[in-house]
């Protein structure tokens, strides 16, 4: 991640999907795209 936010825990499955959703950041912070976690089972 960036080193401004900071997120605990471990990515079990699924890691294309979390670097698919970071390919969507940006510099300021900002997503160039909407993106909604859903049906996800545990956050």
């Known amino acids: 991640l ?8 471990q990515v ?3 890691m294309d999907v979390v ?5 969507y ?6 997503t160039t795209k909407t993106i909604t976690v859903a049906d996800c089972g545990q956050l």
């Open 12 to 14: 079990v499955e699924g």
């Open 2 to 9: 960036d080193g401004k936010h900071v997120v605990f825990g």
């Open 25 to 30: 950041g940006s510099q300021s912070g900002k």
């Open 19 to 23: 670097k698919k959703i970071e390919s």
